[in-house]
């Protein structure tokens, strides 16, 4: 079965940057989306940024919009996500996930079918 592997994850301050990676042993990502999702202790998992699997359009959450980017170099089969101005909410647990072929990117976390095991991210005030 195919599964997605985070890496990146870390403690920050507040205002710190951290860049997550995906890779994707066994998966050709340059034909799927590929999506970011996080959740915190006590809450649902929630949506965070996708790109297309073409690099041609990228989706964020107001949360994160302007100081997260998601990209990807298809030639090392790895989709990043560069977070910049981390705040305390920022605290979660990151997970990869990645489409059908060629299937639009999306927000929804139920058009994903490949995941992650996830990794923390801790940010502290």
């Known amino acids: 079965q195919v599964r997605l592997v985070e890496s990146g994850g870390g403690s920050v301050q507040a205002g710190g940057s951290l860049r997550l990676s995906c890779a994707a042993p066994?998966?050709?990502?340059?034909?799927?989306?590929t999506g970011w999702f996080r959740q915190a202790p006590g809450k649902e998992r929630e949506f965070v940024a996708a790109?297309?699997?073409?690099?041609?359009?990228?989706i964020y959450s107001d949360s994160v919009k302007g100081r997260f980017t998601i990209s990807r170099d298809n030639a090392k089969n790895t989709v990043y996500l560069q977070m910049n101005s981390l705040r305390p909410e920022d605290t979660a647990v990151y997970y990869c996930?990645?489409?059908?072929?060629?299937?639009?990117?999306?927000?929804?976390?139920?058009?994903?079918?490949?995941w992650g095991p996830g990794t923390q991210v801790t940010v502290s005030s």
């Open positions: 066994g998966l050709t990502l340059s034909v799927h989306s």
């Open positions: 996930a990645a489409g059908r072929p060629l299937q639009a990117a999306s927000a929804t976390m139920y058009d994903y079918t490949y």
């Open positions: 790109i297309r699997w073409n690099g041609g359009r990228t």
